[in-house]
């Protein structure tokens, strides 16, 4: 066995990942060792209460109550506390400290990520969180690293494993929305209160981190538009299959050219529709997949297990590699870009394509009324679909179903638009309005 | 504009990838500049004869036949010219000078990758080699850093685009594999000499890299077990889709036990049959995807354009970036790592499942004459499919085709039961063996 200079590195938190970061350190220390070229020695883990239960045994002796006494001399602290306080004080302490720091926080990342990245380029530390993003998957460093020489252009990620499995259940076993996400709760892929992800608050964290780094530019995550899923209903589920797409909840990054001409970012997230034959649609259950469309690169895709404990521990433990071997070679560590300072677009400033439902008056003259109200305001059609939806009962007219497909339009444009279809006397209902993303 | 110390980079090659290199370093200079912390100078592109048609127009000055002289005070060289001599030597010469490679060149890191590893740790310089697989798709890196705490099982790769081009129009179109071919050569897709692509000799330069990286472990070319497609037949491709499964050209890279317990490493290229609902089934045309089935991390995938000058240019400016990342940054490069030094295993030590088809006699008796072969070597069967091939004229009896899938069985085991099935007497002919690779 090999002598390396031991790193000492401190734990934050036991939860389903940190109990797996210990499992897999004591399985393969000696191999993780010599791809570092460096001891990897855990001083300690950082907990709440040492009596807790855990879903992998920690040694008791490593169990400590005292998390800023465990910073103090460590060189690579690992964060996985989750939430923003303690975790962001704690990790400013580390990174005052000297150390590097990982973390698979992306809810503080999303917030305070100028500040932490800011304090890790002050004293030559870096901050590492490739599992902050889509669990296992590697998504950090091809962004920062592989994908360093091309411009990307845009990213369309699912990056939500909860909401995933509830759409492709809908969309394949024809559940309903409540039926799919009993069905995630029970097994574990939802948390007792599934807000943050079903209204997608999940999503727009990642959303925030991803176009920070595609972009070079620090997108706060209140600059990120977010519609959840709770809307969706089987209806449409079923429309869109009929029409050739399926639903997915997407975090959309995208570099823009405003209307002065000017380059911004938009960061967003919503369900869209996506083409069957378009490589997300065949991201089923809780996959996680983000696919790039880079201008030298082309499409990328990058496919694999956005959560789990054992799955994003593989992610923290990548990290602890790297920062490890940082350690052996010196020098500072790579700071966080944000020369590219681009304008945050609002979402009014979005252009996408449409799918727009409408209940109509099935008599003669409606088609070309609702064709008025798009030319109106600008936006151009591009398909429509109509089928009668009821014959009408007595003293009643007969109702059509108006499935309009557009060109890209601008979502300010496409909000008027369906208000004044709302308001028009041929149109009994806008019965769905969903965006429209990936090409076919 | 910031001000940076410059760094001299020396381009070697101006194909269509060299030449994409140029035009995006001329288009994007400044911005990469801010992303590395470094200026980016090109200080010359070494090509054999200065008046030769390019693919992008290079500035005349830039341009000199004079190799050797241009390395000389270059910080970065970029080695585009393929083929083993004279690359290998510029490379060690460049190395030897101190200054970071990098290089598209698969061929070469396939053959003389351990000797060019060395030089750069000797030095204490770098060797990057991302556009080497896989063209555009990051993969090395995720392999190298992102996955360094993890252990990777297995690795499925359709990393030629020619052949998966090829194939996928069998599988879509019904084209004969003759027709196929003839569509990607008139495409571009295929070169004019296809053995390289057709052969497996270019997959199975990316098996032996692809293996040294994730197995940390020298794998030389000549293990790497080698079937090209050439063999592939419409029908083949047809009882394949017919059976659920479609036929892809794969380069595999494995972890194993061998019969004694002991660790090893397998890497080989052959077609096999992919069961429908893998991802790897629905890519498509020309694409390129690497398959990652880690301990910790699950199953991951990573796709994208696999050939394309400006694609693979994405994937050595992504390159250029991280090597001056490190210049501004100092210390060594990062080692190639082989302290994992497994034995590799030959072909025959490898164990998959298989399809067998049989055109037999149909006759009582065919069935269980066939299973006994099966049951002497040691080959367990799972499914036996049987269809009526002819009735037969007058005089002759009656054929029938059986399909035979096995459990999993080594290849050893599995080739005496071919040849014993060859000589029974029932068994007109052996008309099909594939393996099967990738979970249901």
Not at 29 to 45: D, K, P, Q, S, Y
């Amino acid at each position: 066995m090999i002598e390396y200079r031991n790193l000492r590195v401190a734990l934050l938190g036991a939860g389903s990942v940190g109990a797996q970061v210990v499992a897999q350190l004591q399985k393969h220390g000696e191999e993780l060792a010599n791809r570092a070229g460096a001891g990897i020695e855990l001083i300690g883990v950082a907990v709440r209460d040492i009596d807790a239960p855990r879903t992998a045994e920690i040694p008791r002796e490593l169990l400590t109550t005292d998390a800023e006494g465990l910073i103090v001399g460590a060189d690579i602290v690992v964060e996985l506390i989750g939430g923003l306080e303690p975790a962001r004080t704690l990790i400013l302490e580390a990174l005052n400290s000297g150390a590097d720091v990982i973390t698979a926080n992306k809810a503080l990342i999303a917030t305070h990520g100028p500040e932490l990245f800011a304090a890790a380029e002050q004293v030559g530390a870096q901050l590492f969180y490739e599992a902050a993003v889509a669990g296992a998957i590697p998504i950090i460093r091809p962004l920062r690293d592989s994908l360093a020489g091309d411009q990307v252009h845009r990213i369309l990620g699912i990056v939500n494993g909860t909401t995933n499995y509830i759409l492709d259940r809908m969309d394949l076993e024809g559940q309903s929305l409540e039926e799919a996400l009993a069905e995630a709760t029970a097994l574990g892929y939802a948390e007792a209160d599934p807000t943050a992800d079903i209204e997608a608050y999940d999503a727009a964290q990642k959303a925030a981190i991803l176009a920070s780094l595609a972009f070079h530019t620090s997108v706060p995550i209140e600059a990120v538009y977010r519609e959840g899923i709770t809307a969706i209903t089987g209806e449409q589920v079923e429309a869109a299959r009929r029409a050739g797409y399926v639903i997915k909840l997407l975090a959309i990054c995208e570099r823009m050219i405003d209307a002065d001409g000017d380059a911004g970012v938009s960061a967003r997230v919503y369900p869209a529709l996506v083409p069957r034959a378009h490589p997300l649609a065949a991201v089923h259950g809780a996959k996680n997949a983000v696919f790039v469309e880079a201008e030298a690169a082309g499409d990328l895709m990058f496919y694999g297990a956005g959560a789990g404990g054992v799955e994003t521990a593989s992610a923290v433990l990548g990290d602890l590699v790297s920062a490890a071997r940082r350690h052996v070679i010196g020098g500072p560590g790579i700071a966080e870009s944000t020369h590219g300072d681009l304008p945050i677009l609002p979402i009014e400033s979005v252009t996408t394509r449409y799918q727009i439902s409408l209940l109509v008056n099935d008599q003669p003259g409606v088609l070309a009324a609702v064709a008025t109200v798009f030319n109106e305001h600008g936006v151009s059609v591009e398909t429509v679909h109509q089928t009668v939806s009821s014959l009408g009962a007595e003293g009643e007219s007969a109702t059509a179903t108006l499935v309009i497909g557009t060109h890209e339009a601008s979502e300010a444009s496409l909000a008027d638009t369906v208000d004044a279809l709302a308001s028009n006397d041929t149109v009994r209902a806008v019965t769905s309005v969903l965006r429209v993303e990936g090409s076919e």
